[in-house]
């Protein structure tokens, strides 16, 4: 994995701009730092081939342009639309997060923050991203996280040796979890990556799913990460 990512932060309040920047270079990272939104779109569309940002932190409520408006915009704009965002935002309602993640947020930290937290986050995310770079160019069949691993040629799932016998939905779940490792999905972008013509299916559908997905992953079941209101992630930490 690319250890010293290019990250930019866009994030008004001084003080928590610094820290991030300090801990994320202290991470190895090259950190750009900008405290406006208008400052930021203008940014975003000039970076230079060579500079290009791997990461983006975006706080939520910006002076010029908001945080939300920056991501749409990034997932608009073709040079940076693959690329992962955090957002960070004081607004904890489930509604307000959801609201990010279908702007195009990956994951999401609210403040006040823990800066190990917000860390791993950043790890994860860019792992995810350096993974789909990969599976561009190879056109990788196995998705996998440690013993776990998925043949997608073949649809078939294992656990070390040991075949797994998941329902068609059970499968597709799986396979979205471990395409995009770090990334929150709510229970709506759940319910697309399963929808199969014209079935309902509910919140509550996706619930049940993940349940019994869960219960035949055994110990992986422990990747996948309830987020209460929102949805779930894969955290494939080392
Ligand atoms: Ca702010």
């Given amino acids: 994995m690319k250890e010293n990512a290019n990250v930019l932060i866009v994030e008004d309040e001084h003080d928590i701009a610094e820290i991030l920047k300090v801990q994320l270079e202290t991470s190895g ?21 060579e500079k290009k940002i791997d990461l983006y932190i975006l706080d939520r409520m910006l002076p010029g342009t908001t945080g939300l408006e920056i991501c749409k915009f990034l997932r608009m704009f073709k040079k940076t ?4 965002i955090l957002m960070l935002t004081a607004m904890t309602l489930p509604e307000q997060v959801i609201e990010g993640l279908e702007a195009g947020a990956d994951d999401y930290v609210t403040k006040p923050f823990d800066i190990n937290i917000l860390k791993a986050r950043v790890k994860n995310l860019l792992r995810r991203s350096q993974l789909s770079i990969g599976e561009e160019s190879s056109e990788e069949a196995i998705l996998a996280i440690k013993g776990l691993k998925i043949d997608t040629n073949q649809c078939k799932v294992w656990i070390d040796e040991n075949e ?33 013509g014209p079935v309902h299916v509910t919140d509550r559908t996706i619930d049940t799913h993940i349940f019994g997905l869960r219960k035949k992953l055994g110990d992986y079941s422990k990747f996948i990460e309830t987020i209460r209101g929102i949805g779930y992630r894969v955290v494939a930490n080392d």
């Fill in 164 to 196: 797994l016998d998941l329902t068609l939905s059970e499968y597709k779940l799986l396979v979205t979890f471990l395409k995009q490792p770090g990334k929150v999905l709510t229970r709506n972008s759940l319910i697309q990556s399963i929808q199969d």
């Fill in 29 to 49: 990272h090259n950190v750009t730092l900008i405290h406006d939104g208008s400052e930021a779109l203008e940014f975003i569309q000039e970076q230079s081939e």
């Fill in 81 to 84: 639309k693959a690329k992962p």
